[in-house]
Every structure is written in C-alpha cells, then in structure tokens.
C-alpha cells in the first residue's frame, strides 16, 4: 500500500480512537456534573422539608386528590419530584403523591434514619435519584425522602452520544483526508527526486539531482544521493579506465606474439631460428599469464572476495625465502641483498600473498639499482599493543622514485614513461598489488625517496594484540 495512504489510514485511526475517547469522557463528565446538580437540588429539598417538620409548621391545604397526610409537594419542584416523610416504622406519613408505598424501607430506612442515604430507585417504570436524610416529625424520629427523576440526564447522555455518533465518522474522514493531501504535499519532492534518479543512466555520468534550497531532511537526501553519485561515477570511470589499460596491456604481448608466430610460419626458417622463435612465444606467454593473474588478483580485491588464507606465520621466513631467490638475478646484475629481520615477529597473514608482495617490492628494486648497488630488505615492528604493526622496508638506491609519480604510484597501470619503453619494462600493476594486499590484510603501504638516495617501500601490517617482537622499525 503506498505511504500516501497508509499515513491517511493511520491519521484518521488516530483521529478515530481519539473522537471516541472524548465522547466517552464528555459524556461521563456531562453525567457526572448534571447528577450532582441534582443533588443539590435533593438535598436541599430535603433541608427544606427537615425545617419545615421540625419547626412543626402545619401541613399546607392538601390538593385535591392527593392524599390527607400529604404536605411535601408544595416544596418539590416538579412533577419529575418525589418526596415522602416516613416513621421508622415505614409507615409514610406525609408524601407528595397518592402512592402508599413507601419510597424506603428495612434497612435503608433504619440507616436513613442515622446519617443521609443516597439511592436510585425505579418508579412506574422511571430511574430516580433519591435521597434519604432524618428528621424529626411530631416529636418523633423520621425520614425525609426526596426524590427526582433522572429522565433529564439520561435524554442529555443520549443526546450527547447521537451527536458525536452523527459528527464523529465525518471529522475521522475528514482528517484523513487531510493526511492524504499533506502525505502527497510532503511526498512531492520525494517523487520529483525518485524521477530524475530513474532518469540517470550510466552514460550519464555527469547527472545529478537538484538540491531544494530548503535546507530539510529533502535537500540532505538530494546531497546524499548526489555524493553516492559522485562516488559511483568515479567508480566507473576507474573501472572503465582499467579495462582500457587492461586492453592495451594485453594487446602489446599479444601482438608481439602473433608477429613471432607468422614469422616462425614462413618457409625456409633453420632449426634455430624455429627455436628462438617459439622461445620467444613462450616468453610472451609467460608475460600474459602474469598480467591475467594480475588482473584476476586486483579483480578479486576489488570485489571484497576474501582472497586471503591468514594464519600465524613468522614474516621474517617470507622475507628470507623472497631474498634467497632474488639473489642469483640480484648477483647477475652485481646488486647486493642485504636482510635484516626481526625473526622472532609473528602476524597473521596470508604467506602466498605476503611473499608476493615482497616479490614486487623486491622485483622493482632490482630493476632500478645500478650495478654493484645494495638492497636492504628490513622487518621490525612500530606503535604500542592494540595498534603496533610489523613494517617490511624494501630500500634500493637507485634514481629513486620520479617525484611526479610519487603520488600516484600504488595506482594501477602508473609507471614512469621510461619504463614503458624499457624491454624489461613492467605493466605498472606491481605496486597496485602490492597496495591491494597490504589493505586486504588491514594494512598500509607508503612509498617514498629517503634522504640519501634510492627508493623505500614500507609495508605495514597491523600485529596481533600480543605478539614476541623485540627490535624496532629498520
Ligand atoms: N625502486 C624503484 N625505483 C624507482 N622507480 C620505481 C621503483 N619501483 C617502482 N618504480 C616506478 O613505479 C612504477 C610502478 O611500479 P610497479 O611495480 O607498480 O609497476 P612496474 O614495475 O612498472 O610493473 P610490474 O610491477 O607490474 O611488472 C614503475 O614503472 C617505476 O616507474
Ligand atoms: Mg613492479
């Protein structure tokens, strides 16, 4: 059902419960306040006829018909009044109509006769309201019963109760058809901003909704929607961004691949030729298997798939093992490895990706120290219990890195423009892997070119609460 509705539905239930609530109360309340005027009325007819007895004024002239010790009438107020002076016995002494029976009897009259007695009673068929109070007649204890009809209340109740019958369902109708139109009113906007947003598409990068100068809860659901636009256009356009990088990484190797088969194709190639040729495929090939599980792995981490598989490892292990098999390539190009490492650290952390971390901060290094250039590769720890982390400092000192790139080099695809053209140049997805990683693990890596020459990359890895650690940061 659209909210439109259900706020008329709920205004007019409320509206509802409410006109009834207020009927039941004005109608006790009406009740309440006409019985104790008449009340008042009775009691003091009552004191009337009490002073009267007692002063022991002759009974008035009898009116015709009524009876010979009849005398209370001419004090009552009208027809709808009762009134009887009775001896304890209950015998009626003196009463405003013809009837014998007396208007109280046993118990109530020997109670009457101590204190005031309020009762209702039915007379042909009538509710009265009465009231019983003692007196003295002729010297002898007695009781003055007054009486009045309570006709007047209950037609007043019952008046009272049509009128709100009559006026309560249209006031409820009507208020909830206010609460239609002010729901719709209120709900304008809202439609007006759900419009343009179904008219956004994803071509439509620029699009946004129109912030109402309102300044209420409207204008901050427009800024919020366009925030979450701004950020999803920036989003796609990365993404876009990436697979045209991708695109373009992957034509290159391609290329070179067809135009080495087409050549190794051609008839009249020697043996060794062949040879090279395949050799080269197959180093082409190598080359578009890493780039494709580069580009799975940044896909994956991109997604929040958990790609990781942690567990207590010791990193310094991860660090010998990544700077045993750099060496040969390290020692071919006269480049010194230098490992300095806290071995007694432990994190939990995923060993493949950590070690292929490593690899890349390691692999770029190598690439950019000039011959008979040092590597050092360091793991300590910084930061107090609850937020210490294990920092794996991989320095070169070769030209360090281009100050231009700097700020953007964890980004993927970014390399510097002589790498592109160098053979042994890179795609640029090393250090974005390297970034995706370290997040992954709740980590950070930041790059920088320390005083004193070359490149840095610190990884840094948040440690269990209490792990053995026993030096500081390299
Ligand atoms: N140690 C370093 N010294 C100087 N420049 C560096 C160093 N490491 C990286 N760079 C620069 O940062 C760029 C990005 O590095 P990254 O590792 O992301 O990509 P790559 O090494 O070019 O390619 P890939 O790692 O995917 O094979 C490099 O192309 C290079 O220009
Ligand atoms: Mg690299």
Redesign the pocket.
Known sequence: MPLRWRLALLFALVAAVLISGVAVLFRHQLTIGMNSSLDDGLRARADAQVTRLASATPPPPSPPGAHEEQGAESHDSGSDDVAQVLALTGQVLQSSGDSRQPLASGARLQDAAREPEKFTTVIEGQQYRMLAVPARAAGRPAVVVVGTSTQIVEATAARTGKIFLTAGPPAVALVGFGAYLLAGAALRPVERLRRRLADISEHDLDARLRVPSTRDEIATLARTMNAVLDRLARALARERGFVADAGHELRTPLTTLKAELELARQPGRSREALASAVAAAAEDTDRLI??AE?LLLLARADEGHAFLRPRRIAPHEILAAAVRSASTRAASHQVTLRLDSDEGLHLVADPDRLRQAVD??L???L???PPGGVIDVGLGHRGRSGRAVAVIE?R?H?????PD?LPA??E?????????SRAD??????????RSIAHAHGGRVV?D?PPGG????RLELPLPPAPSRRRDAP
């Open positions: 890493r780039l580069d890349n901060l692999n770029n290094a690439r950019h120290s991989v070169d070769g030209p360090g890195f281009p790139l080099v964890f993927r695809f970014r390399r510097a423009d002589t790498a592109r140049g890179g795609t640029g997805l090393g250090l974005a892997i390297v790059a070119n070359g490149a840095r990359v």
